[in-house]
C-alpha cells in the first residue's frame, strides 16, 4: 500500500464539500502513484458532517475505508487542541463521527479541548494517532510534556513544511526530535489541493484495511517515506491556483 497521511477534500474551511473535487484529488493521487489516502479534514471545517453523508450516498465503506473504484480513502480528522497543535486521528469513521460530536463546542480557539484529554479519547476508540507538523512555528508541538508526546503513534514529515524550509533541513530536525522519543516518522502531503497531493508518500510492504493494521506495521518499521523531485514545483503551482480559486470564491 502506498499512502498520503495527511490530506484534505476541501480547498479551504469555509467551502462547501465537493464529491467532483474530491474525485480530482483521487486521480491526481492515482497518478502519483498513491493507492490510498488518509482524508484528515480539519474538525472545525464548515459542515463537517456533510463530508460523510455524501461520501456515503456515492461510495461503500469497508472496515476503515471507502472504496473509491478501488482506491482507499481511509477515514481521518485532523484537530486543534487548546495548548496548541495539530493531531491527526485515523479510523472507523463512527468513531471519529462520534469524537466530532464530542467536540461541538470545543470548534473556537478559546475552547479547543485539551491534548490530554484528546488523547484520551483517541486511545479509548482504539484510533492511530499521528502529531501532525510537530515543529511548524504556528502549530508546534515540542512545547508539550514529553509524556503526553509519548502516546502519539508517530510524527508527521510535512510536505508543505519542507517546502516553506527545505527537504534535507525539515526532515533531519522532525527525523531527531522523534527520535528523543523513539516515535515513528511517516509522511503526510498536508495537500489542500490536487495537484498537491503525492508530493510524499508512504510506501509499506503489503495492504491493509484498519487503521489499527497500519498502526502496527508503523510500529515495526515496515514501511519506507519517498520524496518526490517535484515536491516544490508542485506545491507552488497548487499554491497558485488555490490562491485564484479562493480569490475567486470571494467575487
Known sequence: MIIDFHTHVKLAKRVDFDIEFLKEVILNAKEAGLTAIAMTEHFNTKNYYEIYEQLDEHFDYIDDYYDVDGFKVFTGMEIDVYETGHILFVGHKEKLLQIRRLLDFHTNKESFIALPDLLDLGEHHDLLMIGAHPLRETTPLHHHDPALLKRFHAFDLNGKDMHEHGIEEMMEEVLAFAAQLDIPVVCGS???????????????????????????????NQYKRSIAPNLHTKINAAKIVKKKMKEALTV
Do not use: C, L, W, Y
Not at 202 to 213: G, H, L, P
Open 190 to 220: 498536508d495537500s489542500h489541493h490536487p495537484i498537491h497531493i503525492g508530493v510524499v508518500k508512504n510506501v509499506f510492504e503489503r495492504d491493509f484495511s484498519t487503521a489499527q493494521e497500519i498502526r502496527e506495521a508503523i510500529k515495526g
